[in-house]
């Protein structure tokens, strides 16, 4: 009789009815709050007394599978007991699924989860799907007046919006050169700083809440400042010597010609007239 009840409930395509009678045939999950705060909670799901082994997994209200922690599993007599574990945290519909390919058979339970209180913050510890970790920041090239900085972050999804900041100033910086695989996102952010201080690179990412940044310190010393000065009077004064030097020229090249051009002097008459006198 158990025989023709499996093959009966094979007969099923995706069935999510469950019966009672087949043995084995999980019932609906068991779910949970666990444990809430502001801007999480964390959700549990659970089977007893399940033959052959369910799989479970949690969907949200789209139907996208989320990740979870490793199930804990426990046996007894060959049927299986098994807790699921997920944290999410936006206000949504969430939906535990356990599937035993085995007999086709396929039910679920739902929840509501209100997310109360959302802020920008560092979610790297909640082990959110995405969540990009601590930016790559590194000094590129360096001379004697400007530092270029670069910012790496790998395998980000949602896709995040990076930053320079010095101080508590927005840095200008260069377009941001963006690779896209399957869905995550590597983002490389340059800028050039030219004096002393603390620099970070911000990496947001507003849909899941999550912020997180990396620094680095760029040093300008008294040395290199003094260097700059030197090379900058130098250049300053080599122009005013060249402007100099050209001028003269230009004046000694035109006053030339005036000179050789200049009347020869003239006798006066009166002294002519007195040598006449004189041979008389």
């Known amino acids: 009789m158990e025989v023709l009840l499996l093959v009966f409930f094979c007969l099923q395509t995706g069935s999510d009815v469950t019966f ?10 068991y779910v949970t709050v666990v444990d809430q705060t502001k801007d999480q909670a964390q959700l549990q799901c659970e089977v007893q007394e399940a033959f052959p082994k369910p799989e479970l997994h949690w969907e949200d209200g789209a139907g996208n599978i989320l990740p979870a922690e490793k199930p804990k599993e426990s046996e007894r007599g060959g049927r299986y007991d098994i807790i699921l574990q997920t944290t999410v945290t ?63 972050v790998r395998g980000a999804f949602p896709k995040p919006e990076l ?78 010597w060249l402007l100099f030097a050209v001028t003269r020229c230009i004046k000694s090249r035109t006053g030339s010609p005036s000179q050789s051009r200049q009347p020869s002097p003239q006798v006066p008459a009166s002294s002519g007239r007195s040598r006449q006198q004189a041979v008389r």
């Open 20 to 29: 009672a009678a087949v043995n084995g045939a999980a019932l609906k999950p």
């Open 90 to 152: 936006k206000t949504d519909n969430y939906r535990c699924v356990a599937v035993q390919k085995e007999i086709n058979h396929q039910t679920d339970a739902e929840t509501y989860v209100y997310i109360h209180g959302r802020i920008l913050k560092d979610r790297t510890d909640e082990n959110i799907p995405g969540a990009v970790p601590k930016p790559s920041v590194k000094i590129l090239d360096q001379t004697l007046s400007r530092v270029l900085l670069q910012c790496k």
């Open 163 to 240: 930053e320079w900041h010095g101080g508590a100033n927005k840095l200008p910086a260069e377009e941001p050169e963006v690779t896209e695989r399957e869905g995550r996102y590597d983002i490389i952010l340059q800028t050039t700083v030219t004096r002393t201080d603390n620099y970070r690179c911000v990496a947001t990412q507003k849909e899941i809440y999550h912020q997180t940044d990396a620094g680095t310190y760029v040093y300008f010393s008294w040395v290199t400042i003094f260097l700059i000065v030197v090379d900058v009077i130098m250049a300053v004064l080599v122009a005013i």
